[in-house]
């Protein structure tokens, strides 16, 4: 289903704007979906057009190049993705490792307490008054 002329207008407008590098509604990046929105219709709307997507196709050959400080933000992003992956897989292995040793802490407190106990009652029973003769 083509689109309407008032459609293919806002498009037309759109691109010539884009091509121009005098967006009103997007960061000016050649691509469809700013198309879309600088012309304010819906990516669909873009795809049906089909005479204008070959002109867009046709003034947009080359492939979109990214600044060195954009490849350095997108490889800064991989790694900290990347991290943050290795941080999930470690935090469920630190949290069973935490649980064990606050258990062996436990055990370890109720026995120190218990060998404490027993040693008071020990020293009791070995002190004997002394006796004259």
């Known amino acids: 289903m083509p689109v309407s002329a008032?459609?293919?207008t806002k498009l037309r407008e759109a691109m010539a704007r884009l091509l121009a590098s005098e967006p009103l509604h997007t960061d000016g990046a050649l691509t469809k979906e700013n198309l879309a929105r600088e012309a304010k219709v819906s990516h669909?709307?873009?795809h049906r057009a089909e005479e204008i997507?070959?002109?867009w196709d046709a003034h947009v050959a080359r492939p979109v190049l990214r600044t060195p400080?954009?490849?350095q933000r997108d490889e800064t992003i991989a790694d900290l993705r990347k991290q943050l992956r290795k941080a999930k897989v470690q935090v469920p292995q630190?949290?069973?490792k935490f649980d064990a040793l606050a258990t062996v802490t436990a055990n370890l407190?109720?026995?120190?307490?218990?060998l404490k106990k027993k040693l008071r009652s020990r020293q009791r029973l070995a002190v004997i008054p002394a006796q004259d003769g």
């Open 6 to 8: 008032a459609t293919e």
């Open 69 to 71: 400080g954009e490849v």
């Open 109 to 114: 407190y109720a026995e120190n307490l218990a």
């Open 53 to 55: 997507l070959a002109e």
């Open 44 to 46: 669909a709307t873009v």
């Open 94 to 96: 630190a949290q069973a």
